[in-house]
């Protein structure tokens, strides 16, 4: 793949660099007793203010306190995207981009004042010393660890930890008389980016990738290697994606790109355009392609579609995507904490930006602004999509607009059927996820025999499921409507039948099952059977 000749290493060097000298002169000049002149200009202000407020107000304030809550505040008025990640939050954020973290590898869930092991993560230390979905954590290095006092974040300060490091767990298992003591050595948890892959029938394949990491490429190969010699079309799941590794985006794209196609092109004030084409060593260059997106489509995910969209490489299907068009590097300071610093905006090979409008410090309308597409009509109706009026031609002369997001050639709307005021009570606790983990629990040396999901729809089925929980959450509180029942009835059922596969089964079993009713997968099996999935000059995107 081709790029233009700037290196990345000086760039972020030199922005650490201005950035650490900032923070880190306060403290210098702070801390050795000097005092520095005050000079009249905004880039020396906040520091002389650091220093006024340690020398003189009223009451003793933590420095580094302050500093630490400054920085998001600042970062804020310049665009929704440029971040501040305190040194205790910089593992979680980029654990699914590295494709691993440092932990003992498990699911759990807090009920009863317990902590539950719900799955035990394949390839993880847990599973190589033996404990299994089902179990009960009740003390942690020979201290008790049970009560209210418990919160999902001490659950996971406790469990995660240094490479090779050690945790002492005992467990409460189901048929044992007493409790069970392992010594687990933390290590690597695998964090797959594609997360499902399978055929959905005789000639089509789907994987879903779930971000953009470090390993989503060589992901990418292994999936859809493993779908075998009879795989002639494919549908790509960028659904829920929020995005990653522009890198990794580029390189999944390549694959599909006759040579010296423009796939993404990036530019800044302080970076000059640059350029990532296409290398022509692709392996799937002519086979039919789908692209799934909707409203929590961003980023990496926005580049890959609007690549194949303005390529005219692809159908892109669904609703309109995030609309996040800037670019932010990673700035690591002294202490471990890290700046995500938006350095350029990027741009489709037609020439849009997807970024969406904002507002600098106006947080709450930028976050708002997805259920603000609800108010507006736009999960519902193709006609309620905002553009900015701009038109933009993909390679063979398609319009598309411009004003954030990619908008898909075929839109999808939301299915709402059976949608009751009941159904968004209980959606809006976790009472399913709680009465699933309860069913699963009491009912496993049965139901851990079953190897599909079919079987466990079926058995659910013969249990009754739906009216089961609806005792449940009306020991909860939640009041018995039986009309609102019926009218949901299907959409419960579904639900539950999620959460159980997900405790039972792999990712792909609980994805398999979703996408046998799932309007937009439909929709592209049957564009893929009519060969229509290279666009023509007809097929505007949707307006």
């Known amino acids: 793949m081709k790029r233009n000749s700037s290196r990345f290493l000086p760039i972020y060097i030199s922005i650490a660099v201005v950035v650490g000298m900032f923070v880190g002169n306060f403290y210098a000049n702070h801390f050795a007793g000097r005092r520095i002149n005050l000079i009249n200009t905004s880039s020396n202000k906040l520091s002389d203010l650091l220093h006024i407020i340690d020398d003189q107000y009223v009451d003793t304030v933590s420095m580094s306190e302050l500093v630490e809550n400054s920085l998001p505040l600042i970062l804020r008025e310049l665009d929704p995207h440029s971040t501040y990640v305190s040194a205790d939050d910089v ?13 003992i590898g498990v699911q759990f869930i807090l009920l009863d004042d317990t902590v539950r092991i719900v799955q035990v993560i394949e390839g993880g230390p847990s599973e190589r010393v033996g404990l299994k979905a089902g179990d009960r954590i009740v003390a942690v290095d020979k201290k008790p660890f049970v009560g209210k006092k418990i919160n999902e974040d001490e659950v996971k300060k406790k469990l995660k930890g240094p490479a090779d490091s050690e945790v002492e767990l005992q467990i409460l298992r189901a048929g044992e008389a007493k409790p069970l003591s392992f010594i687990i050595k933390r290590g690597n948890v695998p964090v797959k980016s594609i997360d499902a892959s399978y055929m959905l029938d005789n000639e089509t394949g789907y994987i879903r990738i779930t971000t953009w990491g470090d390993a989503t490429y060589s992901e990418f190969l292994t999936a859809i290697a493993s779908l075998g010699a009879k795989q002639s079309s494919l549908i790509i799941d960028l659904r829920g994606n929020l995005g990653g590794y522009l890198n990794a985006a580029v390189q999944v794209a390549n694959e599909f790109l006759p040579k010296n196609r423009l796939i993404v092109y990036t530019k800044g004030r302080r970076f000059p355009r640059e350029d990532y084409k296409s290398d022509g060593r692709g392996s799937f260059q002519r086979m039919p392609l789908v692209v799934l997106v909707d409203e929590t489509s961003a980023s990496a995910s926005e580049i890959f579609a609007g690549a194949m969209q303005d390529n005219d490489r692809a159908m892109i299907i669904g609703r309109r995507t995030f609309g996040k068009g800037l670019v932010q590097v990673p700035i690591q300071f002294r202490d471990g904490s890290m700046v995500r610093l938006t350095r350029a905006r990027y741009y489709t090979p037609s020439g849009r930006c997807v970024q969406k409008p904002y507002t600098p410090g106006d947080e709450e309308a930028y976050e708002n602004e997805l259920m603000k597409r609800a108010e507006d009509g736009e999960y519902f109706n193709s006609d309620s999509i905002k553009t900015s009026g701009e038109q933009f031609h993909t390679r063979i002369g398609r319009i598309v607009y411009g004003g954030g997001g990619i908008i898909p050639d075929v839109f999808v709307s ?14 809006s606790t976790s009472l399913m996820y709680e009465f699933a983990y309860r069913f699963v629990d009491a009912h496993r040396q049965q139901m851990s025999a079953f190897a599909s999901y ?6 659910l089925r013969r249990q009754d499921i739906v009216q089961t929980f609806v005792r449940y959450a009306e020991q909860k509180g939640v009041k018995r409507r039986n009309l609102m029942i019926r009218t949901s009835h299907d959409l419960i059922f579904e639900f539950l039948a999620f959460y159980i ?11 398999e099952y979703v996408n046998q009713k799932d309007a937009a997968v439909k929709k592209a099996l049957e564009i893929i059977k ?6 023509t000059k007809e097929d505007d995107a949707v307006k």
């Open 530 to 535: 009519e060969k229509k999935t290279f666009p």
């Open 91 to 103: 593992e979680s954020e980029m654990q699914s981009l590295k494709g691993s973290f440092s932990g």
């Open 454 to 459: 079919r079987e466990i729809v079926s058995y």
């Open 501 to 511: 596969i997900s405790d039972l089964l792999d990712t792909r079993d609980v994805v």
């Open 414 to 427: 939301r299915d709402t059927t059976g949608y009751t005021s009941y159904y968004r009570q209980i959606v």
